[in-house]
């Protein structure tokens, strides 16, 4: 187990509720775990907890079965931390970003040429960071966080801001640096690149864990069986739900589809969004 | 090492490009120019006379009576008063009309005016009871060696410098404080193996050689026998650490530049203090010598002027060291807490 966490309690300063309340999960070594939640559900401050930004929380944490407590400045080499807003020094080169903090670690980190590359960023390497835009940003502070290459990663929205195609791009690094044995704490709203990636994911919303599983099983559990067949009848757009598992439903779909006026044909498994929505009665955002 | 080095070049690059450097460089030309070619080297200051009458039939009573801020009691008090400024000449009377005897107190050169006003007026207060020549009846005692009197914009050059180095420290290192709470960098290395100790320390290196160009530059301009003075240097250098630690404990404390700017307007002025009483002793306090400037400005004169007093550069240590240790404990304790500090 690489990080195990048992009933988390933690409260800021001044605040007059707790801002997580007995949050348990835990991480196996080498899996993608995904925290889904909706603006100050607690996904930050776990994370904050976790990579010991944040001190003082009761309950236990265990970072490969060692309580976090006792962890000192080897914990920093042993972890990477893309933050959500790109703190950069904006005044330098993305390739004096990574280096510098890079001589930070002691284990020998990836050359800046090599990871700018892996993320398509190359001819952007000797530009200062003031002049990139926003998801150049978010990728160098990705490339940051990985570049010692760590043992564990906290990422909070890796691929906010980028385009579709950049976004498929980070999906598959990240999925390298999981291949090359990194377990993965991740943070987003985005729910394609959560499916995309998680092993698992738990859903936190005010301060509690309200579900935690793989997405499939999510999806089984909270989804329909149904099939949705979108047909015409004469010149009129006809829809149906037909249960796939039963014959009654089966016999009509085959109807359907011999009289060859099938137009679109639909499962009614539940969106991770949607899902959410459902236990909580809110919607990420 | 690695990570210091790493870390330093990260806080050069920081201060460099804030421009910060950059504007202190031209603000130390431009004082360094002046102070060689436009503040003149001499300062005409009128001698001034004090007199102690000890002829034996006070001979010179009524003529002092006249004038009583001539006067001065005895000998000790003329000496004392005769060893603050080169520019005063002590005159004890002394003997008796038919044998008249003057001794001239002076801490000045021989030749200097002050020396001829003396005897021009010693002169003038027995010429109403007898002739004295200038090769009989007159003793010139000096209080101490000789010296060569200080050029005006050397002394200037100690205060130039204290200000310059005291600003200079406290911005730059604040200046990266700031910048790593504003860019949001400082989460980035709170995550890193980087300790409060090792963050401070590369600071503190980082403002150490930024400071030491505009530091060669006014004394190379002003003073350049004095650029491989390693006392010079050793003071400077005390003095950055000191005033850098002050920073270090504004950038903790508060948010950015434009948010410390007053806070950093008021320490200056409070650090100004000794620097008045530097041209106007009538103002020094012993409470001054509790602010760091008054220390730097007097070692840094010590450096200068070696012969000066003597124990110059153990009374600015004194006077820095306390300050020294209390900024460094501070600023270290702020930002383990505030900065580093909550990670159990």
Redesign the interface.
């Known amino acids: 187990m690489m990080i195990r966490v048992e009933e988390l309690v933690y409260r800021y300063p001044k605040a007059d509720d707790d801002a997580l309340k007995k949050v348990s999960f835990s991480v196996q070594k080498g899996e993608i775990f995904g925290l889904l939640g909706p603006s100050g559900a607690g996904k930050s401050t776990v994370q904050k907890v976790l990579?010991?930004?944040?001190?003082?929380a009761a309950g236990a944490v265990y970072f490969d079965e060692r309580p976090l407590?006792e962890l000192g400045?080897?914990y920093?080499?042993s972890?990477g931390?893309a933050?959500e807003?790109?703190?950069?020094?904006?005044?330098?080169t993305g390739e004096?970003n990574l280096?510098?903090?890079?001589?930070?670690?002691?284990s020998p980190c990836r050359s800046p040429r090599e990871l700018f590359e892996r993320v398509g960023m190359t001819r952007a390497l000797d530009q200062r960071v003031s002049t990139y835009s926003k998801g150049m940003k978010q990728r160098l502070v990705f490339l940051?966080a990985i570049q010692h290459r760590p043992k564990m990663l906290f990422l909070d929205e890796p691929t906010g801001g980028n385009d579709p195609a950049t976004t498929e791009q980070m999906i598959g690094v990240i999925r390298e640096e999981r291949d090359r044995g990194a377990t993965v704490v991740l943070t987003t709203h985005d729910m394609h690149v959560a499916e995309a990636l998680c092993d698992r994911i738990a859903f936190i919303n005010d301060g509690q864990i309200v579900a935690c599983d793989t997405p499939r099983n999510l999806k089984l559990a909270h989804g329909q069986s149904g099939i949705v067949i979108e047909y015409l009848e004469g010149e009129q757009l006809a829809h149906v739900v037909v249960d796939g598992s039963s014959a009654e439903g089966r016999s009509e779909l085959d109807r359907l589809l011999a009289a060859g006026q099938v137009q679109t044909v639909h499962s009614q498994e539940a969106t991770l969004g949607e899902i959410f929505i459902k236990l909580t009665g809110r919607e990420l955002r | 090492m690695?990570?210091m080095?790493?870390?330093l070049?990260?806080d050069l690059?920081?201060v460099w490009?804030s421009r910060l450097p950059i504007l202190m460089m031209v603000t130390v030309l431009i004082q360094g120019l002046i102070l060689r070619f436009v503040v003149p080297e001499q300062i005409l200051i009128e001698p001034m006379v004090r007199i102690v009458d000890h002829t034996d039939e006070r001979l010179f009573a009524r003529a002092l009576s006249k004038a009583p801020a001539l006067a001065l009691p005895d000998k000790a008090s003329l000496k004392t008063w005769v060893g603050t400024d080169r520019q005063h000449i002590g005159l004890i009377f002394s003997g008796t009309h038919r044998k008249p005897h003057v001794e001239l107190l002076h801490s000045g050169s021989l030749d200097s005016g002050a020396v001829a006003l003396g005897r021009t007026t010693a002169t003038m207060f027995w010429s109403r009871f007898t002739n004295i020549g200038w090769d009989r009846g007159h003793i010139l005692s000096h209080l101490g060696a000789d010296r060569e009197q200080i050029p005006f914009n050397q002394l200037i050059l100690a205060l130039v410098l204290v200000l310059n180095v005291a600003i200079g420290s406290i911005l730059f290192l604040a200046t990266m404080i700031f910048?790593d709470k504003a860019?949001?960098?400082?989460?980035?290395?709170?995550?890193?193996?980087?300790?409060a100790l090792t963050y401070l320390t590369s600071k503190l290196c980082a403002t150490i050689l930024t400071s030491v160009l505009p530091v060669f530059v006014l004394i190379a301009l002003v003073k350049p026998e004095e650029v491989e003075s390693g006392a010079l240097w050793l003071m400077m250098i005390v003095a950055v650490v000191c005033f850098s630690f002050l920073g270090a404990i504004i950038g903790v404390l508060l948010r950015s530049l434009f948010e410390g700017i007053y806070v950093i307007a008021l320490t200056m002025f409070a650090l100004m203090f000794p620097l008045f009483a530097y041209f106007v002793p009538a103002l020094d306090r012993v409470w001054l010598h509790w602010i760091p400037t008054w220390g730097t400005l007097y070692g840094v004169r010590a450096a200068l002027f070696p012969t000066w007093r003597e124990d110059d550069p153990v009374l600015a240590f004194q006077s820095m060291v306390p300050a020294l240790v209390i900024f460094a404990v501070v600023a270290l304790v702020l930002i383990r807490k505030r900065m580093f500090?909550?990670?159990?």
């Open positions: 990579n010991k930004q944040l001190g003082g407590a400045a080897d920093f080499e972890i931390v933050f807003l790109p703190n950069l020094y904006e005044r330098l004096a280096s510098l903090v890079g001589g930070l670690y002691q940051r | 690695r990570r080095l790493s870390l070049w990260l690059c920081t490009l910048e860019t949001g960098a400082v989460d980035a290395l709170r995550v890193s193996p980087l300790g500090g909550r990670r159990s």
